[in-house]
């Protein structure tokens, strides 16, 4: 087993209720192997008042997708003018190297600037 450890920004822009980022697992999972995630987080940092809904999504070899896993979040503190929402969840997922990541923000209201960090941990194996 080999560790697997990516911290994913996801940037959402004034005016904009979403944004994402997909990590193609072919360019990042070796061929015979599968990526499996044991834990996945998120910190969200939102303008006042703004709530995130970190999702997710497994698409397939076409750009289907074939689950999403919604985060539950929980206002943390704010900082530097921002809300900041943390997830933390103990999964296992095993994903094999022709599925994508998309790792999608969107939020309840425009303006501002709005950014999640997603990370995930895990292994690749045979």
């Known amino acids: 087993m080999k560790p ?8 959402v ?11 193609v697992l072919s360019t990042v999972v070796p061929a015979g192997k599968h990526l499996v995630v044991e834990f996945l987080s998120t910190s969200s940092e939102m303008p006042p008042g703004q709530k995130p809904n970190p ?8 750009g289907s997708a074939v689950v999403q896993h919604y985060s539950v979040t ?3 503190l704010t900082y530097n003018g921002a809300d900041i929402h943390k997830s933390a969840h103990p999964t296992r997922l095993s994903l ?7 790792f999608d923000l969107t939020r309840d209201a425009t303006p501002g600037e ?8 895990g292994y690749l194996t045979t």
């Open 114 to 121: 709005a950014r999640c960090y997603f990370g995930i941990s």
């Open 74 to 76: 929980y206002l943390q």
């Open 55 to 62: 999702v997710i999504v497994i698409l397939d070899k076409n």
């Open 4 to 11: 697997f450890n990516r911290l994913v920004r996801v940037d």
């Open 96 to 102: 094999s190297r022709d599925l994508t990541l998309r």
């Open 13 to 23: 822009s004034p005016g904009s209720a979403a944004g994402w980022v997909d990590l």
